[in-house]
Nanobody, 119 residues
Framework: QVQLVESGGGSVQAGASLRLSCAAS????????IGWFRQAQGGEREFLMA????????TSADSVKGRFTISRANVKNTVYLQMDSLKPEDTAVYYC????????????WGQGTQVTVSS
């Protein structure tokens, strides 16, 4: 298992940028697929994108494609979510999650970080 901690959220105006971080406590970080999810108040959890241990990225959710980018720094045990051109509809709690392999279930979750975008 791996412990995940998200950070970098906050309250910003539309059009601003934020970079979220997902820090992991594991000796085998590079063996995990890390995904970013978000959940708006009263909404369902939405998958955004993921990255493998070798840096291969999944297809992005249509809602954030072209605006959000995932990357990882294995030497820092950290995955990032760069969010540009933020919109009010991006307001949500953002979570990172980990799984062993692309065919596995996400069974390790961070606590989430709040992102609020105002118009």
């Amino acid at each position: 298992q791996v412990q995940l901690v998200e950070s970098g959220g906050g309250s910003v105006q539309a059009g601003a940028s934020l970079r979220l971080s997902c820090a992991a406590s594991t000796r085998t970080f590079s063996s995990y697929v890390i995904g970013w999810f978000r959940q708006a108040q009263g909404g369902e959890r939405e998958f955004l994108m993921a990255i493998t241990g070798t840096g291969v990225r999944t297809t992005s959710a249509d809602s954030v494609k072209g605006r959000f980018t995932i990357s990882r720094a294995n030497v820092k045990n950290t995955v990032y979510l760069q969010m540009d051109s933020l919109k009010p509809e991006d307001t949500a709690v953002y979570y990172c999650a980990a799984k062993k392999g692309v065919g596995a279930l996400y069974d390790n979750w961070g606590q989430g970080t709040q992102v609020t975008v105002s118009s």
